[in-house]
């Protein structure tokens, strides 16, 4: 049984950097073919693709976010960690991690999602 | 960047058909998927690759491209479907999400 579960911070500030952790359960980013998404949905629109990261090490980023971004993940941990610098009040939105192949590519299973509100 | 572009809303009655388009010069290259949101829920994945249906998912469920479209049809809908519907297609460098379409079901 897949799951995933995001953690972070609620709150951050304009400017600050967010670090958000996907944690796991089910699969390992150790096998082949595996990998980790992130996406975010602001309040009341649409889905975006920010991030993956396969198990092979292998990340890729959205045009538009790339130079913000940074994925990685922790095997040991069944982890995966984004971090995304210089916040802003656009950036408010639930953050979901989820879980794709790269054989298949689509996200099959999903977190339940974090709200990161962005406000000084 | 890619963009997929689907209409805001469709709106039908029970037992009807239901079908939600969505557009992009993506979709000629790439296989579509479609994702299910409820209010306050993650997304589900629903249509694969098109037309495949993931498991779980009636049969009500059916996907379909031509071209640059790519179709979403709910026969038979119930008042269940209701929810906001979004396409994903792309590359693995420029995966993007259409901008959603809610379905209404009066």
């Known amino acids: 049984q897949i799951t995933l579960k995001e953690s972070g911070p609620t709150l951050v500030k304009p400017t600050q950097t967010l670090t958000l952790t996907c944690t796991f359960s089910?699969?390992?980013?150790?096998?082949?073919?595996?990998?980790v998404g992130w996406i975010r949905q602001p309040p009341g629109k649409a889905l975006e693709w920010l991030a993956l990261?396969?198990?092979?090490?292998?990340?890729r980023y959205s045009p538009s976010l790339k130079s913000r971004l940074t994925i990685t993940k922790d095997t040991s941990k069944n982890q995966v960690v984004l971090t995304m610098t210089n916040m802003d009040p656009v950036d408010t939105a639930t953050y979901y991690c989820a879980h794709r192949r790269r054989d298949w590519g689509y996200f099959d299973y999903w977190g339940q999602g974090t709200l990161v509100t962005v406000s000084s | 960047s890619y963009e997929l572009t689907q209409l805001p809303s469709v709106s039908v009655s029970p037992g009807q058909t239901a079908r939600i388009t969505c557009s992009g010069d993506?979709?000629?290259?790439?296989?579509a998927d479609w994702y299910q949101q409820k209010p306050g829920q993650a997304p589900e994945l629903v249509i694969y690759e098109d037309s495949e249906r993931y498991p779980g998912i009636p049969e009500r469920f059916s996907g379909s491209t031509s071209g640059n479209t790519t179709t979403l049809t709910i026969s038979r809908v119930l008042t269940e479907d209701e929810a906001d519907y979004y396409c994903?297609?792309?590359?693995?460098?420029?995966?993007?999400f259409g901008g959603g379409t809610k379905l209404t079901v009066l």
């Open positions: 993506v979709l000629g290259e790439n296989y």
């Open positions: 089910g699969f390992s980013l150790s096998t082949s073919g595996v990998g």
């Open positions: 990261i396969y198990w092979d090490d292998d990340k």
């Open positions: 994903l297609s792309g590359d693995e460098d420029n995966t993007v």
